[in-house]
T-cell receptor
Framework: DTGVSQDPRHKITKRGQNVTFRCDPISEHNRLYWYRQTLGQGPEFLTYFQNEAQLEKSRLLSDRFSAERPKGSFSTLEIQRTEQGDSAMYLC???????????FGPGTRLLVL | KNEVEQSPQNLTAQEGEFITINCSYS?????LHWLQQHPGGGIVSLFMLSSGKKKHGRLIATINIQEKHSSLHITASHPRDSAVYIC???????????FGQGTRLTINP
């Protein structure tokens, strides 16, 4: 197993377009987390899944954001009608147990023009 | 006021110096994490601790639960230690991590 992977690594889009990011967690991990990090700041929690169930969503996750984990394996994060303020690094992490270390993917850097 | 505060925000030192980065938090936690982030974004977990002290190579992490404070120490610092170091806490009864704003460390040769 090569760890948590994310695709794409970079995305440039025009304001108003929709974008979708994918995260593949470590295979036996049932918990999957999405975070957002803007330049010079620490990451902020967006949402998390236990298996296929989305158990918590941050108030940062507006109606334009949706996340899924349909089979309890990979997850997608979609942003509709992107805005310049959505420009950030989107990080995915997974863990086997909430008391265990979270393993982070390399992130997807989004730039909205 | 942020729930997790780190100091300093930026730290520049010479190779070989002893480095200390501090983290204070204001909420009940089940664990505290120290993370390392290199340019390009990848985050690596260094330590997860809920009490006492942990050591890995030249890195030492301590936590004082009563004072709600943790420190990350680097002995014999090296230019390859240059990175952003992030403190994060697992809130009691919650799954998510809450992060500090990070400390940018630069070690000059």
């Amino acid at each position: 197993d090569t760890g948590v992977s994310q695709d794409p690594r970079h995305k440039i889009t025009k304001r108003g377009q929709n974008v979708t990011f994918r995260c593949d967690p470590i295979s036996e991990h049932n918990r999957l987390y999405w975070y957002r990090q803007t330049l010079g700041q620490g990451p902020e929690f967006l949402t998390y899944f236990q298996n296929e169930a989305q158990l918590e969503k941050s108030r940062l996750l507006s109606d334009r954001f949706s996340a899924e984990r349909p089979k309890g394996s990979f997850s997608t994060l979609e942003i509709q009608r992107t805005e310049q303020g959505d420009s950030a690094m989107y990080l995915c992490a997974s863990s086997l147990d909430p008391r265990e270390t979270q393993y982070f993917g390399p992130g997807t850097r989004l730039l909205v023009l | 006021k942020n729930e997790v505060e780190q100091s300093p925000q930026n730290l520049t030192a010479q190779e070989g110096e002893f480095i200390t980065i501090n983290c204070s938090y204001s909420v009940g936690i089940s664990a505290l994490h120290w993370l390392q982030q290199h340019p390009g974004g990848g985050i690596v977990s260094l330590f997860m601790l809920s009490s006492g002290k942990k050591k890995h190579g030249r890195l030492i992490a301590t936590i004082n639960i009563q004072e709600k404070h943790s420190s990350l120490h680097i002995t014999a610092s090296h230019p390859r230690d240059s990175a952003v170091y992030i403190c994060a806490v697992s809130l009691q009864g919650a799954q998510k991590l809450v992060f500090g704003q990070g400390t940018r460390l630069t070690i000059n040769p």
